[in-house]
């Protein structure tokens, strides 16, 4: 019911492929299903506010099991969840999280990245869920 | 004009209860009347970023002796209280804390509760309440 | 590979058992295998500055998969890891902290125990830890 | 004058490579020469609390341009640097941060290890450090 390094390993490499693949240079985040960082990979170039963005974009989506933007949508002015993003010391609810799942269904750890555009930033972390 | 561990045991086992009759599950925290943790319960399965909220949540309502969510209708942008949030270390102003009151309608602490929509959170939290 | 609400609650009554007997009240925090509090209970009477210190007891004896006390003793000046207490947002090495092992050996959570002399806050950490 | 994520692999490769061989489980933390975090592995198994050891480890080496150990002789009781540990988020001064350098003798980064006793923290950083 967790990751391995060696997943994580495997995560990040995906990642990274999707991020060259589309021009853009990214910080990704792995985190275990205990939501502590597992694995790291900052590209060269890549944003240094981006650092910390996706560690804390991973923890959120194993906070709640759901992609990051998911959370965005109710945490909006007038919305049902305003400002959850003042818990567990700063979350980040734009997308770029994705929960990991493994074979049956379990949530096992997630994905965040930063480092370009909210779609794109998506973008790898779903490749990067789906090497696993 | 505090409340018993005895106390906040009976309110977290109704809150239980009621979490399970919504097949829902839930993070319970119950603070005193000086908004310190005096009991915590997460469920199984319940999220993990909700551990956080739900102790914040009870904070938050007894900070102030009403309901959370009567905070957050204030808080938005161009309320009164816009990003009240921010301040003690972080507060939560959507539904989910209720405070508690003695039989003399003395405030004794509150019950925070999250882990669902918050509709949810706040029946579970009114349904521990009520067991004082 | 972790603990369930039950086990905490479980471990919380033999700890609170073992404090009553020995005349003390404390303050008792059950954390799972990923560090998260799962469970807590602060006794009526017992010091408000042990909240803290009893979470911190069990994040650290899971962090380190020993007993708090251990890492105390090599954490004094000149120590091998003097100071080591500045890091996980403050750890506590005296003792009190507990790991939780299953029937397999593997570490599943701790427990933390706060509000009298080391002696006995350990002595009650480990009545909890054998309920298990 | 700074390094890339393709060299913090590398350095991350050759610690594992020097952690295995000695039978232990590391927390892996390579900073770039800002002293911000380029690239993290936790090996399998390794205790949970060295994570963040390990990256205040990497960052305490570069913030002085020194192996973690060498300050910790300053900041002992009495000692020049006493309590230096206090700075910065929290400094960690025992073995296990080594500094990065370049053909040319510049710091570019550091690394940090974490997760057994400092003598092997040490040798698996040296390690790493020398694969740059």
């Known amino acids: 019911m967790n990751i391995t390094?060696?997943?994580a390993e495997k995560i990040i490499t995906a990642a990274k492929k999707k991020a060259k693949a589309i021009d853009t240079k990214m910080n990704i985040a792995v985190v275990d299903a205990g939501a502590n960082l597992l694995a790291f990979a900052r590209m060269d170039g890549a944003w240094?506010?981006?650092l910390d963005i996706s560690i804390k974009k991973a923890k959120t989506a194993r906070f709640f099991d759901m992609n990051t933007g998911a959370i965005g949508e109710l945490s909006q002015p007038g919305g049902s969840l305003y400002?959850?993003?003042n818990?567990?010391?700063g979350l980040i609810t734009f997308p770029g999280g994705?929960?990991?799942k493994n074979s049956a269904?379990?949530?096992v750890g997630a994905i965040g990245v930063s480092g370009s555009a909210v779609e794109n930033d998506h973008a790898v972390a779903e490749a990067g869920?789906?090497?696993l």
Do not use: H, Q, T, Y
């Open 105 to 107: 269904g379990d949530v």
């Open 98 to 100: 994705v929960p990991l």
């Open 129 to 131: 869920a789906k090497a």
């Open 83 to 85: 400002n959850i993003e």
């Open 5 to 7: 390094l060696a997943d």
């Open 87 to 89: 818990s567990n010391n």
């Open 48 to 50: 240094l506010g981006s």
